[in-house]
T-cell receptor, first 115, second 112 residues
């Protein structure tokens, strides 16, 4: 079934540890996004990529990094986790990042708890 | 800069009653507007979108929304609520070249 796969589904992480959240899509979408969802704050954009080889910063990029080596994969890395990064992380993709006519497809999310 | 305001973080209705979820946006150029729904422990699903053309947009599950430029609004409605409509709803705005900006969400509760 075409869509987005996120891994892991949940994780408890010690503060200071490094963690990579994985995101893979099989729809050949050009654009991919990482959002974090926090109660009362909705979804906030962390990083995005309009095409393989390019990335950009969103609203809340500090403490996070991304790479886009190919079309299908868009991993999100927390270099040194802090408790404020406890959140639910959603990966999304769209056919063309520069044309919002196309809706986003979302993954099922990764629930991360930093202790 | 674009922004989205959803009035009411929590809306409660009875089964069969009208559903009205409010969304106002701020954008310096004609916006593209979206409504997404999120069921518990799931990702977001697109309900409907407005890009150009007809200002009344119909979506899935009987929902519709009307783009009102003069009011900078894109309210979501459904004539008759079902128990299965209980979820969190997000309004989002975008324009060419930018990622979606989401509102803070409205939780819809439906009672029998």
């Amino acid at each position: 079934i075409a869509g987005i796969t996120q891994a892991p589904t949940s994780q408890i992480l010690a503060a200071g540890r490094r963690m990579t959240l994985r995101c893979t899509q099989d729809m050949r979408h050009n654009a991919m996004y990482w959002y974090r969802q926090d109660l009362g704050l909705g979804l906030r954009l962390i990083h995005y990529s309009n095409t393989a080889g390019t990335t950009g910063k969103g609203e809340v990029p500090d403490g996070y990094s991304v790479s886009r080596a190919n079309t299908d994969d868009f991993p999100l890395t927390l270099a040194s986790a802090v408790p404020s990064q406890t959140s639910v992380y959603f990966c999304a993709s769209s056919l063309e990042g520069t044309d919002p006519l196309y809706g986003y497809t979302f993954g099922s999310g990764t629930r991360l708890t930093v202790v | 800069a674009q922004s989205v305001t959803q009035l009411g973080s929590h809306v409660s209705v009875s089964e069969g009653a009208l559903v009205l979820l409010r969304c106002n946006y701020s954008s310096s150029v004609p916006p593209y507007l979206f409504w997404y729904v999120q069921y518990p422990n799931q990702g977001l699903q697109l309900l409907l979108k407005y890009t150009t053309g007809a200002t009344l947009v119909k979506g899935i599950n009987g929902f519709e929304a009307e783009f009102k430029k003069s009011e900078t609004s894109f309210h979501l409605t459904k004539p008759s609520a079902h128990m299965s409509d209980a979820a969190e709803y997000f309004c989002a705005v975008s324009q060419a070249g930018t990622a979606l900006i989401f509102g803070k969400g409205t939780t819809l509760s439906v009672s029998s």
